[in-house]
Each structure stands twice: as structure tokens, then as C-alpha cells.
């Protein structure tokens, strides 16, 4: 066990037709109990990641290991130990909300007794309502996202990876799922999560990473982000310096966190 619930290293990505890679030998860890914020401009290799994490995706180069288990070698005893929510979720139009919760809960084994139980809890807690028994085809774009969530929680994955989960959500919802996610850490687990959101990151975060053209530029906690720039700069001003979106110097220099020993 390598102690890290997510280790990433030395990832590189270029997709076949470009010259330029989308992830460019990247090296990250989170802890177990950690809710980790994978910030970055559009295009700057947030999904490309996630889907290398989630074995989607294959690495050119370097290894991703979850709870010490290398998502190439033994992806199947890896993904098991993964609720991953794309930004896009696709489900099945035709089935209705429970079918297709069931459907998920036979892929990864969840028993009968247990499935019941969870399904409960997340209907509660999403307050899906009667909509269960609807077709999916019926759901509103919210709706569906609720749906890939209880998907994705219904294993109860030690490792929770989502790709931009506030998009679609109304206010309530997405404080429910902010909560959420504290208390799936708080259990032992881990979340992973992209976001364009900063305020959300910075109030829920233990800590983030900011990628930028495919190589990260910083990581840390907000405080430690901070104090390597003027203590009272928001994450935005932070995230605008770093990504060179702001007519200030580029400042991603030494002393940000991205080495493995370095905190
Ligand atoms: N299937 C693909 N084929 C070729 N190039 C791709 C593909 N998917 C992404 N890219 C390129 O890889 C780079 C990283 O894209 P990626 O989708 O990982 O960014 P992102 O950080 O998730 O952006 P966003 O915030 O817009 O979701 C971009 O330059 C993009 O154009
Ligand atoms: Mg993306």
C-alpha cells in the first residue's frame, strides 16, 4: 500500500493528431480523508486526467495507483474502488431511475439488503421523489446528474472522482452534495473533483491543484497557495496570476508544491 489513496506519477497524455500533450508529466497524490480541487483554464488537461484516473484513458507514460492498486495492471480490482460522475453523464434513456441504480449496483456487487439501504439514503438525500420509477429520457438535465451521483455512491467508492459535479445542480442540491462529500471524507474516503467554481474550492477544499497546459503549476492548501503570493488574494486572483490571464508577471515558480516531499 503506498499510503495515498490517488498517486500520480509522471503522467503524460498527447492524443493522436496533436503535437502538443494534454497532460504533460504530471505528479500529484491525495491522502485518504482528503477532498482534493483540480482547478484550471478550459482545455488545460482537467478531464483528460480524470479519465487516465478512471481508466478511460491510457497513459502514454507514468503509472496512477489507487490505494496502492495501478489502474493499468488490475483495473478492474482499481475501478471497483471508484464512483467517478463525468461531466457529461450518459445513463440509459430507456431504463427509469431505479433500473438503472440497480443496474449499477449488480456491475460492482452491491448486496440486495445493502443496495436497498443506500438507494433509501440517496433518494433522501437527493429527494429524487417518485421520478425514480420514471424513464431517464423524461429527466431534467439536473435530475440526470442526481442520478450519475447516487450512481456513483451507491458502491460506496473509497474514491470519489467527478468532472465539474455542481454544473446543473440548483442551489439546495448542490449544498446537499457539498455536505456530502465532507461526510464521505470524513468516513476514511477521498473526492476528486474539477471544478471552474473557485469559491467552491476554496470553502470545501483540503486542498487543490491547478493545472495549466497540461502541467501542474501549483498545489497545496489554499493557505499554503496564499502565502507564496500576497496573503490577502483571493483563489481567483491566485488561480488569474498563476494561468497568466492577468497583465501580472507569470509566477509559477519555484517553491509551489509540486514536488512529492515538498510540504
Ligand atoms: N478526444 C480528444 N482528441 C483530441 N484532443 C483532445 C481530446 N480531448 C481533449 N483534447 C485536447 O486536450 C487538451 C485538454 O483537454 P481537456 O478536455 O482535458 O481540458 P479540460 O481542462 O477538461 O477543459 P475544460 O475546463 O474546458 O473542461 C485540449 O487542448 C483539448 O483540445
Ligand atoms: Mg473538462
Do not use: W
Not at 504530471?26 to 485518504?32: F, G, I, Y
Request: proline residues 5%.
Amino acid at each position: 500500500m503506498s499510503g495515498y489513496s490517488l498517486l500520480i506519477e509522471g503522467v503524460s497524455k498527447t492524443y493522436r493528431g496533436s503535437t502538443r500533450p494534454a497532460v504533460d508529466n504530471l505528479d500529484l497524490e491525495v491522502r485518504p480523508g482528503e477532498i482534493f480541487g483540480f482547478l484550471g483554464p478550459n482545455g488545460a488537461g482537467k478531464t483528460t486526467t480524470i479519465k487516465m484516473i478512471v481508466g478511460l484513458l491510457r497513459p502514454d507514460r507514468g503509472r496512477i495507483t489507487l490505494d496502492g492498486c495501478d489502474i493499468t495492471k488490475d483495473p478492474i480490482r482499481a475501478k471497483g474502488q471508484i464512483g467517478y460522475v463525468p461531466d457529461n453523464p450518459d445513463l440509459y434513456d430507456r431504463l427509469t431511475g431505479i433500473e438503472y441504480l440497480n443496474l449499477i449496483a449488480d456491475v460492482f456487487g452491491v448486496p440486495q439488503a445493502e443496495r436497498k439501504r443506500r438507494v433509501h439514503d440517496l433518494m433522501d438525500m437527493f429527494e429524487l421523489g417518485g421520478a425514480i420509477t420514471d424513464i431517464i429520457q423524461s429527466y431534467s438535465h439536473g435530475m440526470k446528474q442526481k442520478l450519475a451521483l447516487m450512481g456513483a455512491l451507491l458502491h460506496d467508492p473509497r474514491l470519489f472522482i467527478l468532472d465539474e459535479p455542481m454544473v446543473g445542480l440548483d442551489p439546495r442540491a448542490s449544498h446537499l452534495f457539498k455536505e456530502l462529500m465532507r461526510k464521505h471524507c470524513d468516513r476514511g474516503n477521498t473526492v476528486f473533483f474539477s471544478t471552474h467554481i473557485l469559491e467552491v474550492a476554496e470553502r470545501l477544499c483540503d486542498r487543490v491543484g491547478i493545472i495549466n497546459r497540461g502541467r501542474l503549476i501549483a498545489c497545496g492548501t489554499i493557505e499554503e497557495l496564499r502565502s507564496l503570493h500576497r496573503t490577502d488574494e483571493s483563489l481567483e486572483d491566485i488561480f488569474l496570476e498563476l494561468t497568466g490571464a492577468t497583465t501580472k508577471p507569470e509566477t509559477n515558480g519555484p517553491g509551489l508544491t509540486t514536488d512529492r516531499e515538498g510540504r
